[in-house]
């Protein structure tokens, strides 16, 4: 698998106030494992918070901004979870404008637990199929997507791939899903 990826770049799209760690790191791994370079985008400079659920945990560097990112310099898009990550994104135009230009350009995104809710605000879920944390069920709903209870699913529908699991327990499928979608 450590050359599945061969030097392809995946942007993972981060909120400088917090994200679940375990869906930052593992797909993270995952990615330079396949062979792959990934990329720390967050709305400000400096560094990114870890969670471990609602404790504080490590501190992650920042390797470039949502105005410095071009979404064609990028081979694919990780949306970590976790409840603050998605919210404080949303609020930032720049940071769902970079999430859309992914579909806009047809490229895989792969999102995990409540990272939908930069979808739900980027408009791109309609007559998509997703999972999530269960919680977001009804605004994937509202947004015109297909919310489901499944491990991992691919959804191939629309311009991208979009792959989606619910939470951290799911990360083993997310990951090898995710990594298949970016190597095709």
Known sequence: MSDML???RIAFLVAPEGVEQVE???PWQAVEDAGGTPQL???KKGQVQGFNHLDKADRFDVDLTVDQAQVSDFDGLVLPGGVA????LRMVPKAVAFAKGFFDEAKPVASICHAPWTLVEADVLRGRTITSWPSLRTDI???GGKWVDEEVVTDKDGPNVLVSSRKPEDLKAFCATAI???SS
């Open 6 to 8: 061969n030097g392809r």
């Open 24 to 26: 930052l790191t593992e």
């Open 41 to 43: 985008v967050s709305t």
């Open 85 to 88: 990550n998605p919210d404080f």
């Open 141 to 143: 709903r509202n947004a």
């Open 180 to 182: 298949s979608a970016f």
